[in-house]
């Protein structure tokens, strides 16, 4: 079998980071928890990455400090996926180069996720921390990429095509029929779906 190269996101696809963050600041902040929750990846309750939607720059801005500063956060991050699904990406790490592509910040932010991921039972992870999730593609000849993020799969499907790698998108349920994306983008719900399709692939 021919070795190919697979790459994952983690925030959004294999990690939820929006609640992560959202209990940050409210846990930071004097809010009434009777009335706002720390939520979901897959709840349509903040519609803008940065959250201003829902908290003021100051908030966030103090959010990003604390994160930053924390050796440790990353790995506090809860799964967006179960255990089984973890076991099926670390065996593809036996026969196939797979990368975990990361815009994670802070102090140890490729070490954390490494050991986010060896909790989950990935071992060995080849994590790169970078926003530049195309240009990795291309460098690295990717055959597989996966991303919660439009800009990203787009992104992807234009720069490293020449292998071609196939780019698919996570479609959280609350995002179903947008935005825009090239029509050669797959839409999936979950990561499952998404090894699915790389296994069979490959049978």
Known sequence: MKQKTIIFDVDGVLADFVYAFTKEVLDHDDWDSQ????????????KRWDFLDVFTKQQTAAAWSRIKDDAFWWMRVPPLE???????????????HVLFVTARVGRHAQWQTQ???KALGVYESNVVVTDKKGEVAAAVGAHYHVDDKPEN???VH????????????VEHEYRQ?????PEKIKRIKSVNEYLEDIENDMA
């Open 35 to 46: 009335i706002l929750k720390p939520w979901g990846t897959r709840e349509n309750r903040n």
């Open 82 to 96: 179960e255990p089984r699904t973890f076991s099926r990406i670390n065996a593809l790490q036996g026969s196939h």
């Open 115 to 117: 050991q986010w991921l």
């Open 153 to 155: 799969a787009a992104c």
């Open 158 to 169: 234009w720069i490293a095509d020449r292998v071609p790698c196939k780019s698919y998108f």
């Open 177 to 181: 029929g947008g935005p825009w994306l």
